[in-house]
């Protein structure tokens, strides 16, 4: 159902809030114009803009560090990620000696680029490093401890991941997160733990929200139903996770009113959206599933354009127009060229 994330995804949505909070707030100065310039295009994914600031700003002899540290987001954005590697050590290069946050917001970009090109190894000893001067770091635990889950050493990524729960008690988004990574590299077993003794342990604690979703991928889901029912004005993710439930429990149509009844009431969510169209296709309804897609797609500020994207070319598939689906699975595939799943569909859609 789409609600399962890979490492990979955690990295990029965190990668993303820490780069949305640092551009929004950032203003260097008369001095770095041209840096200033680079982050207002990086807040608005404009990655080619941002590397011609970022130029115009290394011959104007603005702060490098800085630079230096846009440079390299910029070319994360456009995945060049050994690039970006090298300008994160070249920005590195211009710190003073003593560690500022930049420093460290840079270890973490250049962590995750280690990440996504392979080298685990270095990813860790980048956190490491972190760990080293702010021992009370909680993400660095965290992202240390998922890249130990898929090494298969489970031990470490266990001591990780509950000194990463002690840092952060009551977060409920990093619990999940926990469940999901160790789900997903076989551990499910270890998953539920958490999630069970987080219930045990603090529900009393926890909204209804929160509980509903626990129970949800405890698989129990009667109570998930109860706790979700309750809170489903809460936020869209309630929303979301009271359909999902009734379409685990085979109640379609009850999902698609809970779906709808939310879009009724004014509310715009591609999230919504998109498991509406997965509820179609489910039903066998293909045309009104396609229609969910495009609604979904026409939300501005959109975060899982790509899924859409993906989905709008399934549910052409379905309703048998391979012509539409190979016009745009080329369209997606220059956008997205490291989508593994969309080059099988590709080969799928030129073989018809």
Known sequence: MGIRMSLHKILIIFL????VNVASSCSFGERNEFTNLGFEALEARDYEAALIAFGSAEE??????????????????????????????KALSFSNGIPALVDFDINYYMAA??????????????YDAILTLREKDGDAYFLRGAIRAEQGLIQEARSDFDQALSLNTGNSDRLIDIYQILAGNGYHGVGEEYLRDAMEQNAGDMNNFEKGRISFYLSDYENARAYLEKARDFN????????????????????????????????????IYNQLGICRINMN????????????????????????????????????????????????????????????????????
């Open 16 to 19: 993303l809030t820490m780069l």
């Open 60 to 89: 104007a002899l603005e702060d490098m560090r800085l630079l230096y540290r846009g440079r390299g987001l910029a070319l994360m954005g456009l995945l060049q990620y050994e690039e970006a590697l090298s300008a994160f050590e």
């Open 113 to 126: 680029a280690f990440y996504i090109t392979g080298q685990k190894e270095r990813a860790i000893e980048t």
């Open 236 to 271: 869209y993710e309630a929303v979301l996770f009271l359909g999902m439930t009734y379409e685990v429990l085979a109640d379609y149509n009850y999902a698609v009113s809970v779906y709808i009844d939310y879009i009724d009431r004014g509310n715009e969510s591609p999230q």
């Open 285 to 352: 309804d293909y045309e009104n599933a396609l229609l969910a897609f495009l609604a979904g797609m026409a939300i501005e500020d959109n975060d899982i354009l790509q899924t859409l994207r993906f989905n709008e070319i399934v549910a052409n598939q379905f309703l048998g127009d391979f012509g539409r689906a190979a016009v745009l699975m080329d369209g997606y595939l220059s956008l997205y060229p490291d989508d593994k799943v969309a080059e099988r569909e590709n080969y799928f859609l030129r073989t018809r």
